[in-house]
């Protein structure tokens, strides 16, 4: 008799009333906010304002979950265009069906977009948020296991997940195979924790840690996607994301390679957000100058009048304009 190691969940919508309450879109809703959160102290630390994170990613999210979307729609054509198929379902998000390579690329043009309206140097950015991109994907990879989907092969080892599911052509798979999804959430926590070490160990910066986060989360997606038996297409006998993430682990060391020797170090905090030296973060300084200004000197006494003579006050000035006129000229 075979034992369920790590059971599925019978099913991954609540309903609230007539409203669904989709446990895939919590987790990824969950993503974003441990990823804005630890983006956030991150950046802080860097000598950033502390609301710039989440500001750029009000345009960073959107079109990273546009750009999962179309990435998987596109890749996996077969499952909505065709004979027998329903082409609106490309639109059910909800389902599962997000290409991380599509979310990273469509979020770093949103990201581009947003540091630009802040003044902010993208490469800063991504070094600050690239530990946070990591937990979210962790996160994100429990709602497939909510949903029953992206398993590997099958197992008898003894962390095997078991599946038992009615597929949309009718077939019902049943049986315990790899829990890939687990297997590729703790390893984006181990990216996670490893970007955080290099990052304060070698004080990376210009893109850099975002450059060893892409670099090593594509060895493991290498490994994960080869145990997957999901559809998928081959080229050469390995399946197309493999080959992606080839491609994109040579010009992630490319360019931590070529900037570390260009650019090596960090920004200088004083030029990576303007919004850092604005009234929010200047503490007690004076609404009408900047913080460092030096009080004006008293004026030296008018001819005529000793130095112990005390100076004018405001009713002195409001009793003679033409003297507050003349100071003015000065």
């Known amino acids: 008799m075979d034992i369920a190691y790590i059971p599925s969940p019978s099913r991954g919508v609540l309903y609230l009333g007539p409203i669904p309450l989709r446990a895939y879109a919590f987790c990824i809703i969950l993503g974003v906010v441990v990823a804005v959160w ?3 102290k991150r950046w802080v630390a860097r000598g950033g304002g502390k609301h710039t994170v989440g500001d750029i990613a009000v345009w960073a999210v959107p079109f990273g979950l546009v750009g999962g979307r179309l990435y998987h729609v596109i890749t996996d054509h077969q499952l909505y265009f065709g004979g027998g198929r329903n082409p609106w379902n490309a639109f059910k998000i909800w389902e599962g069906g997000l290409g991380i390579w599509g979310a990273i690329a469509f979020g770093a043009v949103g990201a581009w977009i947003g540091c ?21 994907q962790a996160l994100g990879r429990w709602g497939n296991w909510f949903n029953q ?3 590997g092969r099958e197992t008898t080892l003894p962390w095997g997940l078991e599946i038992n599911k009615t597929l949309p052509n009718g077939e019902v798979v049943t049986g315990t195979y790899h829990p890939t999804f687990l297997y590729e959430s703790l390893w984006c926590v181990g990216v996670a924790l490893l970007v955080i070490w290099a990052d304060r160990r070698f ?14 989360y594509t060895v493991g997606r290498f490994w994960t996607e080869w145990l997957r038996i999901d559809e ?9 994301n493999d080959w992606v993430a080839i491609a994109v682990f040579i010009a992630a060391v490319t360019y931590f390679v070529i900037v570390g020797r260009k650019r090596p170090g960090r920004e200088d905090p004083a030029t990576i957000d303007p919004s850092a030296h604005g009234p929010e973060d200047a503490g007690t300084a004076p ?7 030096e009080p004006a000197k008293p004026s030296a006494p008018a001819a005529g009048k000793s130095a112990s003579e ?3 006050g405001p009713a002195d000035a ?10 003015n000229l000065t």
């Not at 630009?116 to 979210?136: C, E, K, N, S």
């Not at 004080?203 to 090593?216: E, N």
């Not at 609404?287 to 200004?293: C, Q, R, V």
Request: charged share 20%.
């Open 38 to 40: 630890l983006g956030s």
């Open 116 to 136: 630009r309206r802040h003044g902010v140097p993208l490469p800063a950015y991504a070094d600050a948020i690239a530990p946070g991109i990591a937990l979210a």
């Open 149 to 151: 989907e992206l398993y």
């Open 203 to 216: 004080t990376l910066g210009h893109g850099r840690a975002f450059a060893l986060y892409v670099a090593a």
């Open 232 to 240: 998928a297409h081959h080229i050469l006998g390995l399946r197309l």
């Open 287 to 293: 609404a009408d100058g900047p913080a460092d200004e």
């Open 310 to 312: 005390p100076a004018s």
């Open 318 to 327: 409001a009793a003679d304009p033409a003297d507050k006129d003349a100071k």
